[in-house]
T-cell receptor, first 112, second 112 residues
């Protein structure tokens, strides 16, 4: 257990509003990831970070931005939420080297 | 582009049976392969991690094998129990990328 906390766990918002999801980890893991999980698509990588202020795009990054100002926090921002971004979002961390991935409990986002 | 497939999508067996879950991937250039368990409404929990140089890993009643050349992995569950009911996902880490590509999972139900 990498001590990963996601907030909020549930959010309902309207189209066009900005949304920020927060991931906080207590294990000092170098790598952090944001995935979304959707029926029929499985888990898809949105963005990831390989260190403070070092981020890169994943498979489905359009419409999302991220920031990592501290080792323990990784923020995912939807600048203007759309209904297609309704999903369950998972944060994950990786110490690096071993490759084992640890997941948070997920944040369920509904965009009306 | 790496693609990961898990067949079947769902499996239902009586308690006590030994069973095998399958995972296949299209590109053999992987760094490692990981099996996860996901309970409804929860995050993913890592079960077994197999490095590309390894052939198998074991943890309790679970045994995972890896055949890179054929692009296949299996997860063997011995003496299944109702508590094993969950969705099982496999994921491969693309070499040098620290990013995982997931299959869509097999939903396993163990009937008492």
């Amino acid at each position: 257990d990498a001590g990963i906390t996601q907030s909020p766990r549930h959010k309902v918002t309207e189209t066009g509003t900005p949304v920020t999801l927060r991931c906080h980890q207590t294990e000092n893991h170098r790598y952090m990831y944001w995935y979304r999980q959707d029926p029929g698509h499985g888990l898809r990588l949105i963005h990831y970070s390989y260190g403070v202020k070092d981020t890169d795009k994943g498979e489905v990054s359009d419409g999302y931005s991220v920031s990592r100002s501290k080792t323990e926090d990784f923020l995912l921002t939807l600048e203007s939420a759309t209904s297609s971004q309704t999903s369950v979002y998972f944060c994950a961390t990786n110490r690096g080297g071993t490759g084992e991935l640890f997941f948070g409990e997920g944040s369920r986002l509904t965009v009306l | 582009k790496q693609e990961v497939t898990q067949i079947p999508a769902a499996l239902s067996v009586p308690e006590g049976e030994n069973l095998v879950l399958n995972c296949s991937f299209t590109d053999s250039a992987i760094y490692n392969l990981q099996w996860f368990r996901q309970d409804p409404g929860k995050g993913l929990t890592s079960l077994l991690l197999i490095q590309s140089s390894q052939r198998e890993q074991t943890s309790g009643r679970l045994n995972a094998s890896l055949d890179k050349s054929s692009g296949r992995s299996t997860l063997y569950i011995a003496a299944s129990q109702p508590g094993d009911s969950a969705t099982y996902l496999c994921a491969v880490e693309v070499e040098g990328a620290q990013k995982l590509v997931f299959g869509q999972g097999t939903r396993l139900t163990i009937n008492p």
